[in-house]
C-alpha cells in the first residue's frame, strides 16, 4: 500500500522557519522524482518544488526561491522541504507528491500557518 505521510507544519511568526517532512512507503522511492505542492485559501494548488533522481537536481517556484530547499534521503524514504524567512503568503496546505511516468502518489497534507 503506498503512503506518502508528511508532517513538519504548524504556526511561525513571519521571518521563521519550518522543516516539512514526507515519510514515503509502498514503492520504490528512489525511482521517483518528488515535489511539494501547496495550496492557499482560496487558491488553486500551486507546485513549490521538485527533487529528481538520480542525481538530485532541483528546480524551485520563483515564488520560494532563494527561501526553500527541497531535500531527500532515499536512505530514509523521505523528502524534506526546508522554508525559512515566511511570508504571510506561504499559508498553506502543503502536499508532498511522487511522480515517476504515469505514475502520481499524493499525500494528505500538512497545514503551515504563517501569522503573527
Known amino acids: 500500500q503506498v503512503q506518502l505521510v508528511e508532517s513538519g507544519g504548524g504556526l511561525v511568526q513571519p521571518g521563521g522557519s519550518l522543516r516539512l517532512s514526507c515519510a514515503a512507503s509502498g514503492f520504490t522511492f528512489s525511482s521517483y522524482a518528488m515535489n511539494w505542492f501547496r495550496q492557499g485559501p482560496g487558491k488553486e494548488r500551486e507546485w513549490v518544488a521538485e527533487?529528481?533522481?538520480?542525481?538530485?537536481?532541483?528546480n524551485y517556484a520563483d515564488s520560494v526561491k532563494g527561501r526553500f530547499t527541497i531535500s531527500r534521503d532515499n536512505a530514509k524514504n523521505t523528502v524534506y522541504l526546508q522554508m525559512n524567512s515566511l511570508k504571510p503568503e506561504d499559508t498553506a496546505v502543503y502536499y508532498c507528491n511522487a511522480r515517476a511516468g504515469l505514475s502520481r502518489y499524493w499525500g494528505q497534507g500538512t497545514q503551515v500557518t504563517v501569522s503573527s
Open positions: 527533487i529528481r533522481t538520480p542525481g538530485g537536481s532541483t
